[in-house]
């Protein structure tokens, strides 16, 4: 089976459409076409449906499409194996990471990385936490520095390496500030902006509210915590933020009794062979663990 064939498959599978595939893989969707047909012919059965614009498996796609995934990750567990032996720390590691921690808390580790392991090439992917979770399980990425989920995938192991403590904030002028003493109840009569529904901030937030039975009042969502601040500090609503974000910009509003925190932290897969570029890498990030003084 022709690997090239299968990776045409997949994109296809993934981004939905024949041209998201060539864009994926720098080819012509004349050339993604003709991958796919000789895949169909080999396998004698027909794996896309095409109606109009509409790009669906079929069942026979569906079939396949766990069975590409392994085979390609067996291919790279096998050559990342193989290349293990002579024990040089070099090639390519794609590393996921999200915008907060990749501008927050990795330059320092990839200076000492990149100074360290000149051979590697890094492939570093700015994604959600969520999104690069899933390349995680996908295969499509060997090692991610996110925001943990609270309950991991059995197939997924992840080390914690940094606690980031959150605070309420509004803008200085806000109301919360200026009246004094504040509960969980009153924060929530106010409106705020979220970080988006899909991610693990959100769910740890939230979880807190219904703890106490009550409902924020969200009133805008952003998965971007710069943007998030910038709302907060024109005084549009009040948010969560990870204390490593505050300044001049923002207050903190004080609830006595709340402690709110997430995990960051890397994760890999379970039945992965790790690189030892990625080994050399886990190795940086486990030595931040509790280390004195680091933010957070």
Avoid at 14 to 24: D, L, Q, W
Avoid at 185 to 202: K, L, M, R, S
Avoid at 244 to 254: F, G, K, S, Y
Wanted: glycine share 8%.
């Amino acid at each position: 089976m022709d690997l090239a064939n299968l990776n045409a498959f997949i994109a296809i599978a993934e981004t939905g459409s024949f041209s998201g595939a060539g864009e994926r893989l720098h080819l012509t969707q004349p050339a993604i076409s003709k991958r796919i047909a000789g895949l169909e012919q080999q396998l004698n059965v027909r794996l896309f449906d095409r109606l109009g614009r509409e790009v669906g498996l079929t069942e026979a796609g569906r079939a396949l499409l766990p069975r590409a995934y392994q085979i390609l990750n067996v291919l790279d567990d096998t050559r990342r194996a193989l290349t293990n032996l002579t024990g040089e720390v070099s090639g390519r590691l794609t590393l996921a990471t999200s915008h907060h921690i990749g501008l927050h808390r990795l330059p320092p580790l990839l200076r000492e990385f990149t100074r360290r392991y000149p051979q590697v090439a890094l492939d570093i992917q700015f994604l959600d936490s969520e999104v690069a979770y899933e390349e995680i399980l996908h295969g499509r990425a060997e090692l991610a520095v996110i925001t943990l989920a609270p309950e991991p995938h059995t197939l997924v192991k992840a080390t914690p390496v940094w606690d980031d403590p959150l605070d309420f904030v509004v803008a200085p002028e806000h109301s919360l500030i200026s009246n004094g003493a504040v509960s969980l109840a009153d924060v929530a009569g106010h409106p705020a902006v979220f970080p988006g529904g899909n991610t693990f901030t959100h769910h740890i937030v939230q979880r807190l509210f219904e703890a106490q039975g009550l409902t924020p009042n969200i009133a805008m969502s952003t998965n971007y915590l710069e943007t998030i601040k910038m709302m907060v500090s024109i005084g549009l609503a009040w948010s969560v933020l990870p204390r490593t974000m505050l300044d001049e910009q923002v207050a903190r509003i004080p609830l006595p009794g709340i402690q709110l925190s997430r995990q960051l932290g890397y994760i890999v897969h379970t039945e992965r062979t790790l690189s030892n570029a990625a080994r050399a890498f886990m190795a940086l990030l486990d030595a931040q663990i509790d280390l004195p003084g680091t933010p957070g």
